[in-house]
């Protein structure tokens, strides 16, 4: 069974390569539907397959940027991407976790980094899950409330609408995005772009886990736009950190190129998934994802508290993610089948 | 509107000054040198690992080239066989929040 492990030649490991394409078919199907790079579940996966941790890091964000690319691709087509909104988010993006990267330096030396970031990371993951079913909670109230006045609720109306209250900001310059059919002050999305990516900076990730709910919340995308707009900003974002990765000789490109092999095909079917699922299920199906990445953080934060706990649930938390990559793939998968066999019904019909 | 309005503005004070705090903290780890062992290694490997030893420039112009290019690629084959299956890649019909 030799022919099943790949030498690495830079890391100089033995790996076993379907494990990547199967990873990276996981990693890229969540990641083309949810608009996110997906560093919290593909890192404990590729140091499961034996890749040493500096390597984790630099491997994965390599494989984001290729993978985001073709997800990019596919909802662009779609009419999901507003570029626009992506390239003035793009400066905030970059300036914020360049600023964030630099407090962790300054954390490090106080000696309280691993801390502070695990703590932000929670407080942050507990508010986005509250408010994604918050949100839709307070969607189906509104649908319940319009079914018994005998009239159906508007398919734009939300659930939560902060984004009404901040586009009456009209700070100038005002921009028109075309895409999101959003009409605000330019200030708005590189505040939240820089913002969010202060976040990132600070807690070492891409950021798409918090930029996808910020863009539909507090900047009034629709969901699929956010999905797609969001995507864009990874690839970019992607693409500069394997950029800085390679240049401290931190990228396994072998890896990364057999990862994308399954991501290539993951990322499309996690696109074209969207089109077949509703706005409002992707949030909840998101709400899920954030839930159980906070569950394998608090994991790792007890094995801190108890250190005796740590050969019980270290291994928890891995499994943890790895299952629910692929419990969350398997039904993104499909969905799509099911919405593509009914489409390719329908075409057959009207023929 | 206005506590919103002051919010905001506390909120983009605080941005405002961090670049201050955070570029007067400077500072970084020491620097760890990596070195790929091609003894094990032949043909393209073994080139690949020669580039990384010798120039990490190189490496990085080559990898930035070469992911989005393998990417679209993929990405571009992909597309062909989901076109094959009978998918319409090029409209959705689902327009709400």
Known sequence: MDWLYILMP???????????????????????????????????????????????????????????????MRHGKFGNVDYKLGFIMLFGTIAGFEIGAQMVMWLERIGNVEIVVRWIYLFLLTFIAWLVFHDVSKRKAKDRAAKAAGREVDALATGVEWHKTLHKIKIPPMVHLKEAGV?????????????????????????????????????????????????????????????????????????????????????????????YIKGYGIRVAFGLAVIGCATSIVLKMITQWYPATKGILDPVSTVLILALVFGMALYITLKMVAGAKREIAAKKARA | MAKIRNIFLMVTCFCLTLPAISLASGGGGAPIVIVADTRKLTGLLAWWAN???????????????????????????????????????????LAEH
Not at chain 1, 24 to 47: K, Q
Not at chain 1, 187 to 205: K, R, Y
Not at chain 2, 74 to 82: E, N
């Open chain 2, 51 to 93: 580039l990384y030893n010798e120039s990490h420039l190189y490496f990085t112009i080559l990898t930035i080239i070469l992911i989005p290019l393998i990417g679209v690629i993929f990405g571009t084959l992909a597309d062909f066989v989901m076109h094959f299956v009978g998918i319409d890649l090029k409209s959705r019909e």
């Open chain 1, 183 to 275: 009409y605000c002050s330019a200030w708005l999305p590189i505040f939240v772009s820089f913002f969010t990516g202060w976040l990132a900076g600070i807690l070492g990730i891409g950021g798409g886990l918090i930029r996808m709910p910020s863009l539909i919340y507090l900047v009034g995308c629709p969901t699929h736009v956010a999905v797609g707009t969001d995507l864009f900003e990874v690839m970019i974002s992607g693409l500069y950190g394997a950029g800085s990765y390679t240049a401290k000789g931190r990228v396994e490109l072998v890896a990364a190129i057999i990862m994308l092999v399954g991501a290539a095909v993951g990322a499309q079917v996690g696109a074209v998934a969207t089109k």
């Open chain 1, 10 to 72: 830079i890391a100089g490991v033995k790996i076993f390569w379907p494990g990547l394409i199967i990873l990276g078919i996981g990693v890229g199907v969540i990641g083309g539907f949810f608009g996110m790079g997906g560093a919290w579940m593909v890192t404990p996966g590729l140091n499961i397959l034996g890749f040493p941790m500096a390597f984790a890091i630099g491997t994965d964000i390599a494989h984001m940027a290729g993978k985001s690319l073709i997800s990019t």
